[in-house]
């Protein structure tokens, strides 16, 4: 970005106190530089700096600024500065001091650039000591020893002139035996924003406020009614704990005027906490216990943002230039960007109850090229967070332009100060790089504001998307000072949105081969991408048969979301173990419904029945399905009327189902017999399930030989009865004959002589041979004493169906 070389309107006193200071120390250097042996008095010191042996001399003492407060002093403010200074020498120095000193003010934002990759002391750029009372004194310094000091200065004794970012740098000078003379030994640099009275034009300045996680929810879920969420660890409940980082984030957050960037992911995990859930653990799961840390967050934060602007990133943070690069020729894959869009403001409002705008969309690092521009608007977006080292000036611009930039196609691409917006991305735990870190972000902002101070500018601070609890705790500090200082106001991401563009500002989007080679490595390759639509296509064939799809198609869903998150940038393989779990968690449910296996059969006859099971071990019901049983040999054996017959399935959940088919042979001999699963689309679902059928054939003639000998069974066998009853009839006649009634009878009728009774005469009956005969007893009379047969009279008819006939 172009900088201005003057301030217009600056006051040029502290350039002339900076010039007279350097004068009069080249003016001296030459009369000292004989006599650098002799005890140095205080005029002298300054000529003693010019002796300086090598880099190493102001490099023998490290010097680390711990603290300065305050960041942005005023008139009336003491400025105190504490840290520590350690010999990292071989040699003791002696009679050391800690000093501070003021250059003169910068004329650029570039300028400030230069001042801090500075390192050891440098005469004619490095100004004198204010010196006096306002030092720390060492008597000794020991080798690979370090000490604390504080110096307070009141403001007015540092000669500050205009207003702007004066360079204000911490020494340390001493002699050592090799050099015994006083030398500078050691420096530190920093800068003083200056601008004790309100300027009179202030620049607006936007600060998005992320909070951002990485993915914690599996796909699984539980298989009871509320489908109990499984998470892949407990780190999540870390960091929404007490002290957690998105904890510190939340309370941070809570005293600023910030834009809120939130992934509703995040907001969807921790609402999955309130109730019951578990955690991966290995092979099992174990139950979760911090729900109580879960609503506490959500209620602070839905209370934090009630008042404040919310921007809502598309579900899961999606990856907007893998999927630009790698994604967007893979089949749905902008579709799963479209969901992850929709999702995200109904997501929002029923956790914490707010409206958010999802107008915005935020491709890692703020980096664009045509094609991430392309794939961040097809989702609805029609607003582009990037970042001035992608989206460069080249207009010779002497100030840094407003944020807005018309890009063509009704998109807006809203340009995050690259400075200001990496000021905290360094280990920010250590004290001296945090203090460091603080007044360089100010001091940029105080430029902005006086490149052109007449010009209203609005600019936008978009800093890493995961700031740790130091980066944060930096953040918020220098915010404060920002927001308490006089040369800024703060504004909201939709005014900085529309503010009016600057009609010189770049609005050139960078071609492809622009796109920065670190980020391109950290991309979702397109094997990713070819995984997810893999896994969407065995949901969509699951789909179809299921009676509750929303138990199965949410979470899977939101789970190809994650797979394409930012989050995964760094992470190459724990992003493909996560996609693996997806894909093989979906696996093992499509499995829960499927065929049993069946073992070969045996078919004697002309026809018979095949029964095939269907399993659902899915806990709701399935349908939609057809089951298939088809043969590879219908002129052998046909299934129905053809090779192939369908009926429709539907189970219960936790139930199977025995379906039977019709078959009819046709011939002797194997064959294979194979039964699938269809759903309703005609799509294939499962395994098939494959076995053989021997079919023995019953030709006609074979069935008129069987028939003809059972026949022949039947007759002998009525034969055979018959004869029995005869024989038996035959036997009972003679019994009766040889009984004693029957012997007295026929001694009476010999005493009668040729006497015949009549009436039995008249009972005699003729057998078929012409022989007369007398039914035994005909003609007695029927005495009362008599006794009742004990057996019904004989019958000659064939026996009934089902009757057992003894042999």
Known sequence: MAEAADFQGMSPSPARRWLRRTGALLAGAPLLAGVLQLPASPAAHAAQETAVADATGSSTVDVVLDSLSPSVPTDDDTLTISGSVTNKGKQAVKDAHVGVRVGPSLNSRAAIDSAAKRTGFQVGLDPLEVGGKYVTEFSELAAGVSQRFTISVPVKELDLGADGVYQLGVSVSGETAAQPWEQVLGIERTFLPWQPDEADTKTRTTYLWPLISTVHLRAETGSDAQQTPVFENDDLAKEI????????????????????????????????????????????????????????????????????????????????????????????????????????????????????????????????????????????????IARSDSLRENSGLSYTPN???????????????????????????????????????????????????????????????????????????????????????????????????????????????????????????????????????????????????????????????????????????QAETFREDVESYLGDLTDLVRLIDKSDAKLSGRSATIPVTVQNNLVQGVD???????????????????????????????????????????????????????????????????????VTEITPTVMLVIGGGVLLLVLAGFRMYTQRKRAAARQTEQERENTPEAEEEIAVNTDAGSTVDTENTERSTEDPKGESTTEPGAGDPEHPSDPTPDTAQESTDPSGTGERVDR
């Open 241 to 384: 704990s007490p002290g957690g980082r998105l904890d510190q984030l939340l309370s941070l957050g809570s005293d600023l005027n910030v834009t809120w960037v939130l992934d509703p992911d995040l907001l969807a995990s921790v609402d999955a906490m309130t109730r019951s859930y578990r955690i991966q653990n290995g092979d099992t799961t174990t139950a979760g216990k911090n729900q109580a840390v879960a609503n506490q967050w959500l209620d602070k934060l839905e209370t934090t943002v009630a008042d404040k602007e919310v921007v809502a990133l598309p579900f899961a943070d999606p990856d907007l230039a893998s999927l630009a690069h790698n994604g967007k020729d893979v089949t749905g894959s902008l579709s799963h960007l479209k969901d992850a869009t929709d999702v995200a403001a109904t997501t929002v409002d029923t956790i914490i109850h707010v409206t958010p705008n999802t107008d915005f969309a935020w491709p890692a690092e703020g980096a664009i090229d045509p094609s991430i521009v392309k794939v961040a608007t097809s989702a609805g977006a029609d607003k582009v």
């Open 403 to 573: 944020a807005a930039r018309p890009i063509g196609g009704g998109t807006t691409a809203v340009v995050a100060d690259s400075r200001l917006s990496t000021a905290f991305q360094s280990d920010m735990a250590k004290a001296d790089n945090s203090t460091e870190a603080v007044q360089e972000f100010l001091a940029q902002s105080l430029l902005v504001n006086l490149q052109d101070p007449g010009k209203q500018r609005s600019i936008v601070v978009a800093p890493q998307r995961m700031p740790s609890v130091s980066q944060a705790q930096t953040m918020a500090t220098a915010l404060r000072a920002l927001q308490d200082g006089n040369w800024s106001d703060t504004q909201d991401l939709s005014a900085a949105a529309k503010a009016k563009p600057d009609p010189r500002a770049t609005t050139k989007v960078p071609s492809a081969s622009s796109y920065p080679s670190s980020l391109r490595k950290q991309e979702l390759p397109r094997s990713a991408f070819e995984q997810i639509q893999a896994t969407q296509s065995a949901l969509d064939n699951f789909q179809v048969i299921l009676t509750d799809k929303s138990r199965v198609v949410t979470p899977f869903g939101r789970a190809m979301d994650r797979g394409m998150s930012t989050s995964w940038r760094g992470r190459a393989a």
């Open 624 to 694: 939609n399905l057809v089951l298939r049983l088809t043969s590879q040999k219908p002129n052998r054996l046909k299934i129905g009327d053809g090779a192939y017959d369908e009926q429709p399935i539907t189970v219960a959940g936790e139930h199977s189902q025995s379906v039977k088919f019709t078959t009819s042979a046709e011939a002797n001999g194997p064959v294979a017999v194979v039964a699938q699963l269809f759903t309703a689309d005609g799509q294939a679902y499962g395994p098939e399930v494959t076995f053989e059928v021997k």
